[in-house]
């Protein structure tokens, strides 16, 4: 009996397992709750890509933390960023004085992250870190300090574990390459 991803499977190049993730994610987690110790965190989820990665690791902090959500797109339904930067949701409580982590999925131009830390730094936090899963250097055209990093990767386009391809594959356990160019 098929299963609803296995239309999906044969299609895709793993280049990190769930197995893989988990015990990345995990280490995050123990050094960002060093880090944090006795500090007020709020971890902001950047949507949409973002949301699988920031829920294991919230549960990978072992502090009290506050999640927030901040939508933005730039890509559509293309592979590659407009350079556009647009917040389609916007957070529902403010974060000034609060220490703030942004949990982006992948970091690749830079564009998008670079926007975002000047409209937070703006709302004036204690402190504004960022821990991506994914940065693409290749592809940098504006530099930002990503202060917990879980892998860098070559210039690819990628998608699961929350990343998409015209708003699919976010289910995917994995991190893969789509391997026959279409979109599925």
């Known amino acids: 009996m098929a299963t609803p991803l296995s239309g999906y499977r044969g299609r895709i190049q793993t ?3 769930a197995a893989q993730l988990a015990e990345r994610v995990a280490a995050l987690g123990a050094e960002i709750t060093r880090d944090y110790t006795g500090k007020s965190l709020v971890l902001l989820c950047v949507l949409k890509g973002s949301f699988v990665f920031a829920a294991d690791l919230a549960r ?3 502090l009290p933390l506050r ?3 901040l939508g933005v797109a730039s890509y559509g339904d293309d592979s590659e960023s407009s350079g556009v930067v647009q917040i389609t949701q916007d957070l529902t409580r403010p974060v000034e004085g609060e220490d703030v982590l942004v949990v982006e999925d992948i970091v690749d131009t830079g564009l998008t992250l670079s926007y975002l830390l000047e409209v937070l730094g703006a709302r004036g936090p204690a402190s ?4 991506a899963l994914l940065h693409k250097p290749a592809r940098e055209r504006k530099h930002v300090r990503i202060d917990y990093l879980g892998f860098t990767i070559e210039d690819r386009f990628v998608v699961g574990y929350g990343l998409d391809w015209a ?3 976010r289910n995917l356990p994995e991190i893969g390459v789509v391997t026959d160019g279409e979109e599925g």
Do not use: G, P
Request: aromatic residues 18%.
């Open 128 to 131: 504004l870190k960022v821990c």
């Open 60 to 62: 990978a902090i072992e």
């Open 15 to 17: 280049l990190y397992s």
């Open 167 to 169: 708003q699919r594959y």
């Open 67 to 69: 999640v927030e959500f």
